[in-house]
């Protein structure tokens, strides 16, 4: 007597809804960095620190918009607020960035992730969009903030306003080159490791690190290693392209002439580190 096979019906139907593509899937991760990075969904302990960053930022503006409306004294202007959320903004992509790849190498879901029509270039893409996005909101809301202020309590009407909006819109764009810098070093450094403590620490040890070595450049006898000590860190090399940009050698850092080496170096760095980050991921989708 043979045994006889049984067929069981469980009511598996073939997906025929719509196909949305490459698009979809960059939004789908878009969205899900941008929950990722201030804890949305996530347990409350992955919300404290993006919203006491974000929470000392916006209590820095209102603090600022509040001494402007009542003694007409600006304490921070637009491009000092991002210079003073700096130490913060590099423990916030710290933490966040390796939360953002970091997580995904551990566990192991990148094949996965690569098996279906997403590519490595919209993997690297959301995610750096999504970071950049998450840092620059944590500097233009507050900005955005001070300019309310600003514009409300201004005693020269609609030309008041409208200067205060020319002050803001630079700001803004200031902000965004924080946001890439900072962003693009943070995921490049994360993609490294699937251990989000030693990414964190390898972040939070590169800026560290370069730091203390502009302040020993900077006071070398040479002019020009004085003019070119800001290349060497992150942070001041974001502060020497405004210095050039906006033309005025009283704010910023002393670069001297060489303001176009400064917009040059940024160019080249966040490039290098975008294509590395891509060949990083490309190596992973082949695997």
Same mark, same amino acid.
């Given at each position: 007597?043979?045994?006889?096979?049984?067929?069981?019906?469980?009511?598996?139907?073939?997906?025929?809804?719509?196909?949305?593509?490459?698009?979809?899937?960059?939004?789908?991760?878009?969205?899900?960095?941008?929950?990722?990075?201030?804890?949305?969904?996530?347990?409350?302990?992955?919300?404290?620190?993006?919203?006491?960053?974000?929470?000392?930022?916006?209590?820095?503006?209102?603090?600022?918009?509040?001494?402007?409306?009542?003694?007409?004294?600006?304490?921070?202007?637009?491009?000092?607020?991002?210079?003073?959320?700096?130490?913060?903004?590099?423990?916030?992509?710290?933490?966040?960035?390796?939360?953002?790849?970091?997580?995904?190498?551990?566990?192991?879901?990148?094949?996965?992730?690569?098996?279906?029509?997403?590519?490595a270039f919209d993997y690297?893409?959301?995610?750096? /969009?999504? =970071? $950049?996005? @998450?840092?620059? *909101? %944590? &500097?233009?809301?507050?900005?955005?903030?001070?300019?309310?202020?600003?514009?409300?309590?201004?005693?020269?009407?609609?030309?008041?306003?409208?200067?205060?909006?020319?002050?803001?819109?630079?700001?803004?764009?200031?902000?965004?080159?924080?946001?890439?810098?900072?962003?693009?070093?943070?995921?490049?450094?994360?993609?490294?490791?699937?251990?989000?403590?030693?990414?964190?620490?390898?972040?939070?040890?590169?800026?560290?690190?370069?730091?203390?070595?502009?302040?020993?450049?900077?006071?070398l006898p040479s002019d020009?290693?004085?003019?070119?000590?800001?290349?060497?860190?992150?942070?001041?090399?974001?502060?020497?392209?405004?210095?050039?940009?906006?033309?005025?050698?009283?704010?910023?850092?002393?670069?001297?002439?060489?303001?176009?080496?400064?917009g040059i170096e940024l /160019?080249? =760095? $966040?490039? @290098?580190?975008? *294509? %590395? &980050?891509?060949?990083?991921?490309?190596?992973?989708?082949?695997?």
């Amino acid at each position: 007597m043979s045994e006889a096979g049984v067929i069981h019906d469980i009511g598996y139907q073939r997906y025929e809804g719509p196909k949305l593509g490459r698009g979809a899937l960059f939004g789908a991760l878009y969205v899900h960095g941008i929950r990722a990075a201030f804890g949305l969904g996530r347990p409350a302990k992955s919300k404290i620190f993006p919203w006491l960053v974000a929470g000392i930022g916006l209590l820095i503006a209102v603090i600022n918009a509040g001494v402007k409306a009542k003694a007409n004294i600006t304490l921070f202007t637009y491009y000092q607020f991002d210079e003073t959320m700096a130490v913060l903004i590099v423990f916030f992509v710290a933490i966040i960035a390796p939360e953002l790849v970091s997580r995904d190498l551990r566990a192991g879901v990148l094949p996965l992730y690569f098996s279906r029509p997403v590519r490595a270039f919209d993997y690297v893409a959301a995610k750096v /969009v999504a =970071l $950049v996005s @998450a840092v620059w *909101l %944590l &500097l233009g809301v507050p900005q955005l903030i001070m300019f309310l202020g600003a514009a409300f309590t201004t005693k020269t009407g609609m030309k008041g306003v409208w200067h205060e909006a020319g002050s803001l819109l630079p700001g803004w764009g200031y902000s965004v080159l924080w946001a890439v810098v900072f962003s693009s070093i943070a995921l490049l450094i994360a993609s490294a490791t699937g251990k989000r403590a030693f990414a964190a620490g390898g972040i939070v040890a590169l800026f560290v690190v370069t730091t203390p070595l502009v302040g020993v450049l900077s006071i070398l006898p040479s002019d020009k290693a004085r003019n070119l000590a800001g290349l060497a860190s992150p942070e001041t090399l974001v502060t020497g392209v405004s210095t050039w940009l906006r033309k005025n050698p009283r704010q910023g850092i002393d670069i001297g002439s060489f303001g176009p080496i400064y917009g040059i170096e940024l /160019v080249c =760095l $966040v490039a @290098a580190l975008l *294509l %590395l &980050l891509l060949a990083r991921y490309r190596k992973v989708a082949s695997l």
